[in-house]
């Protein structure tokens, strides 16, 4: 696996986030942010380009060098971006270091991603606050028997993406509240394109 996941995956894995249709979502999610931003799972970069101030600087974290190296490629006028090659399990910053967390369609791919949430936790400051974008488990009963069916397959070919992640559950267990969450289903296969959408705070 290691030609496929070293130079075959980062590149599907950048076609997929092309996808035009997600670019709404990222220009709300990436236009709330604010101060100093840590982005988990920069992936190629897809986000760099929507950054604007009141963002200072963005530390991009990703743990992949294969799509760190495309990231860098990536177009990021006039904004600081410095990047970081770590796991979200264990995020090399201080406790309480930055004001916002950035995910977008990361979270069904971490490995452990309780503990990248709880790390998530760890370095946002008290009044900071947490964005994110995900797909994850549908509240339709025959479209999550599809997720579950397909998952232990589609994760093996996906880079461990997981299709039936409940994100919202798993935001709230890791401490964090959430102000506002929007679902919805985007166009397309049903038990890929159910969305979470919103912003949170440390409990």
Same mark, same amino acid.
């Given at each position: 696996?290691?030609?496929?996941?070293?130079?075959?995956?980062?590149?599907?894995?950048?076609?997929?986030?092309?996808?035009?249709?997600?670019?709404?979502? =990222?220009?709300?999610?990436?236009?709330?942010?604010?101060? !100093?931003?840590? +982005?988990? /799972?920069?992936?190629?970069? &897809? #986000?760099?380009?929507?950054?604007?101030?009141?963002?200072?600087?963005?530390?991009?974290?990703?743990?992949?060098?294969?799509?760190?190296?495309?990231?860098?490629?990536?177009?990021?006028?006039?904004?600081?971006?410095?990047?970081?090659?770590?796991?979200?399990?264990?995020?090399?910053?201080?406790?309480?270091?930055?004001?916002?967390?950035?995910?977008?369609?990361?979270?069904?791919?971490?490995?452990?991603?309780?503990?990248?949430?709880?790390?998530? =936790?760890?370095?946002?400051?008290?009044?900071?606050?947490? !964005?994110?974008? +995900?797909? /994850?488990?549908?509240?339709? &009963? #025959?479209?999550?028997?599809?997720?579950?069916?397909?998952?232990?397959?589609?994760?093996?070919?996906?880079?461990?993406?997981?299709?039936?992640?409940?994100?919202?559950?798993?935001?709230?267990?890791?401490?964090?509240?959430?102000?506002?969450?929007?679902?919805?289903?985007?166009?397309?296969?049903?038990?890929?394109?159910?969305?979470?959408?919103?912003?949170?705070?440390?409990?």
């Amino acid at each position: 696996m290691g030609f496929y996941n070293d130079i075959i995956l980062p590149r599907v894995c950048d076609l997929a986030m092309r996808n035009a249709q997600l670019r709404p979502y =990222r220009e709300r999610v990436i236009g709330a942010a604010e101060g !100093l931003v840590i +982005e988990i /799972g920069v992936g190629s970069g &897809r #986000n760099l380009p929507l950054y604007r101030s009141p963002v200072k600087e963005v530390l991009a974290l990703e743990p992949s060098p294969q799509l760190t190296a495309m990231a860098r490629g990536a177009l990021h006028p006039g904004m600081p971006v410095r990047f970081i090659e770590a796991s979200a399990e264990a995020i090399p910053l201080d406790d309480q270091s930055v004001d916002t967390v950035v995910t977008t369609w990361t979270l069904c791919s971490i490995p452990d991603a309780a503990m990248a949430l709880t790390e998530m =936790r760890r370095v946002l400051r008290p009044s900071g606050k947490l !964005l994110f974008v +995900e797909h /994850g488990m549908a509240p339709d &009963r #025959n479209v999550r028997r599809w997720q579950d069916w397909l998952t232990p397959a589609w994760k093996r070919i996906s880079g461990g993406c997981h299709l039936n992640r409940p994100i919202s559950t798993m935001i709230e267990s890791a401490g964090f509240r959430i102000d506002r969450v929007e679902t919805g289903y985007m166009p397309g296969p049903k038990a890929m394109t159910f969305m979470y959408e919103g912003s949170a705070r440390p409990n």
